[in-house]
């Protein structure tokens, strides 16, 4: 597809079941994102790959956050231990051009809502 | 640290009147600026964006202007419609000592009544 893609769209956990979400970022794009958007909130900024390497994990929360990016194309953001403060919507951007971010256009996907009970 | 605020929502407006709404930043670096819009059930859009002081972006008849000397940039139509109705987040970014990861406001959600 042409766009950002992420699944599942809606994923329902009981508390202290472990989730993996997944994001097919643009083909080409060599930059990708993970955010985190709370109910009523703006995105918070979770962690960053530059191809398969992650430059930036200062954003995730605790270490039951987990994302990789093996083949430097579709990435997994893992959560172990799911809480209740884990339920929120979680959106993958992707962007083409490396070291320019701050200039650089992020394309987003639709998200993956997460409901931890 | 970087930080964005933006006026709080719900904004209700009627068709064809004016919209401002405000956006405040400070940070760290020399940023560049964002809107995204957020429609009913779609993702996260870019609206538009400016990467240096005094740029204006614009698309779709909406516009902002990057002030360095009020650390702002307000969001501005002339004419809204219904169909302009959605969430709307500022946004900046800033060039390295880290994350190249965006930095939202909290959104405003506008309304367009007919």
């Known amino acids: 597809g042409a766009g950002v893609s992420q699944s599942p769209r809606y994923k329902v956990a009981k508390r202290g079941q472990d989730v993996a979400l997944r994001c097919d970022p643009i083909?080409?794009?060599?930059?990708l994102f993970w955010y985190q958007q709370a109910l009523g909130q703006g995105p918070e900024f979770l962690t960053y790959?530059?191809?398969?390497?992650?430059?930036?994990k200062s954003g995730l929360p605790s270490d039951r956050f987990f994302a990789e990016r093996p083949e430097g194309s579709v990435s997994t953001l893992k959560i172990q231990r799911t809480q209740q403060e884990d339920s929120a919507v979680y959106l993958c951007a992707s962007s083409l051009v490396p070291g320019q971010g701050n200039q650089e256009t992020q394309y987003f996907g639709p998200g993956t809502r997460l409901l931890v009970l | 640290g970087n930080s964005v605020t933006q006026m709080e929502g719900p904004v209700t407006l009627s068709e064809e009147a004016f919209l401002t709404i405000n956006c405040t930043y400070t940070a760290t670096g020399y940023p560049s600026l964002f809107w995204y819009v957020q429609y009913p059930g779609e993702g996260l859009q870019l609206l538009l964006k400016a990467t240096k002081a005094d740029d204006k972006g614009s698309n779709k008849g909406f516009e902002a202007t990057y002030r360095k000397e009020t650390t702002s940039f307000h969001l501005e139509k002339g004419s809204v419609q219904v169909s302009d109705s959605a969430v709307y987040f500022c946004a900046l970014s800033v060039t390295g000592g880290g994350a190249d990861g965006l930095t939202f406001g909290k959104g405003t959600h506008l309304i367009i009544q007919p």
């Open positions: 083909s080409g794009h060599v930059s």
């Open positions: 790959f530059q191809n398969e390497a992650q430059l930036d």
